[in-house]
């Protein structure tokens, strides 16, 4: 008899391409990967609606559904629509309640409206007054892994990130988060399996304990 194989689907963060999975790697006689797409949000669609209609572009049954910072907001949300077997968040949040204060803050005052979205599409402006190595790095990993550029996804986005209101999470869902991570504090997060010196993108420059941990955790009971 075939031994069965998982589907694996991962969703970047905000604005971030599947780019961000190139390193992550799983034994291919278990686990197949398949990427999820950011795809523009449709005039006053709720993160809700959002789900259920990129929830259409996945084509198994009893999956794994993993997503990264904001992805996991939104994996949470497809989890709602469809059957997973397994559902990962990395860097992200499970409730409101694990939102920092400023985003919240960001929420009551509505300052998410405030955002100039459409700076995005000129990261190449950016480019030519950055200075110091740190920024340059940041706009190289921006270029390398940004694909979404559309101003109104942008502002759809974060407001859809501040003004979540999820109370209680799932019980079976499973958090991975770093214990650096600047974005959101692992002071606010409970119940995680925690990475040491890991930060925001640890999906990137930690995939080697990703490759060697996610199959035990996705088969793990």
């Keep these: 008899m075939d031994?069965?194989?998982?589907?694996?689907?991962?969703m970047?963060?905000?604005?971030?391409?599947?780019?961000i999975f190139e390193n992550i790697k799983l034994p291919e006689h278990k686990f197949e990967i398949y990427y999820l797409e950011w795809i523009i949000p449709n005039k006053d669609e709720s993160i809700t609606e959002y789900a259920l209609r990129l929830s259409?572009?996945?084509?198994?049954?009893?999956?794994?559904l993993?997503?990264?910072?904001?992805?996991?907001?939104?994996?949470?949300?497809?989890?709602?629509?469809?059957?997973?077997?397994?559902?990962?968040?990395?860097?992200?949040?499970?409730?409101?309640?694990?939102?920092p204060?400023?985003?919240?803050l960001a929420k009551t005052i509505k300052a998410y409206k405030l955002v100039p979205t459409q700076l995005v599409s000129k990261i190449d402006l950016f480019e030519k007054y950055a200075f110091g190595d740190t920024v340059t790095k940041r706009l190289e990993l921006y270029k390398k892994y940004l694909s979404v550029n559309d101003s109104k996804y942008l502002s759809w986005a974060i407001k859809e990130m501040v003004c979540w209101s999820q109370e209680v999470y799932q019980p079976e869902i499973i958090h991975i988060h770093g214990d650096n991570d600047s974005v959101f504090p692992i002071k606010k997060i409970s119940n995680c399996i925690t990475i040491?010196?890991?930060t925001h993108i640890m999906i990137i420059n930690k995939y080697k304990w990703f490759?060697?941990?996610l199959p035990r955790i996705i088969l793990d009971n």
């Excluded at 031994?3 to 991962?10: A, D, G, M, N, S």
């Excluded at 259409?56 to 794994?64: D, L, M, S």
């Excluded at 993993?66 to 939104?74: D, I, M, P, Y």
Aim: proline letters at 4%.
């Design 3 to 10: 031994q069965e194989i998982i589907p694996v689907y991962l």
């Design 66 to 99: 993993l997503g990264v910072s904001f992805g996991g907001v939104l994996v949470q949300e497809i989890s709602k629509h469809i059957k997973v077997r397994k559902l990962i968040i990395v860097s992200s949040v499970k409730s409101m309640h694990e939102i």
């Design 56 to 64: 259409k572009n996945i084509k198994h049954n009893n999956i794994v």
């Design 196 to 198: 040491k010196n890991g």
């Design 12 to 19: 970047p963060g905000m604005a971030a391409s599947p780019k």
């Design 211 to 213: 490759n060697e941990n």
């Design 101 to 104: 204060k400023h985003m919240l």
